[in-house]
């Protein structure tokens, strides 16, 4: 059974930093592309990033590059995303995903329950 567990969410201040964690169990974790959305009140999911098993990263909207950085340990089965600067406007329930590249976009195949992040001005 594939399992994928967030954790490290919570309610910071703007300008503070969060590290989510997402840890994976019940594939082969090296194979996979990990991937983070990110899904606000009343609001379509977003893509915030990927990174393959090489360590390639890709994010999202502009708005979170140079913020945001995901990172993996293969070793652990874990993949992170790294949170500085927050701003309000990343308040969302943060999920992280397993899937593949399918003609250059990012396709998950399974995904966890997500970790809550409100960021307060």
């Known amino acids: 059974q594939v399992q994928l567990v967030e954790s490290g969410g919570g309610l910071v201040q703007a300008g503070d930093s969060l590290r989510l964690s997402c840890k994976v169990s019940?594939?082969?974790?090296?194979?996979?592309?990990m991937g983070w959305f990110r899904q606000a009140p009343g609001k379509e999911r977003e893509f915030v990033g990927h990174?393959?098993?090489?360590?390639?990263?890709?994010y999202g909207r502009d708005s979170v590059k140079g913020r945001f950085t995901i990172s993996r340990d293969n070793a652990k089965n874990t993949v992170y995303l790294q949170m500085n600067s927050l701003k309000t406007e990343d308040t969302a329930v943060y999920y992280c995903?397993?899937?593949?590249?399918?003609?250059?976009?990012?396709?998950?195949?399974?995904r966890g329950q997500g970790t809550q992040v409100t960021v307060s001005s």
């Open positions: 990174i393959t098993w090489s360590g390639t990263r890709t």
């Open positions: 019940g594939l082969t974790f090296s194979r996979h592309v």
């Open positions: 995903a397993a899937g593949r590249h399918v003609a250059g976009t990012f396709v998950d195949d399974y």
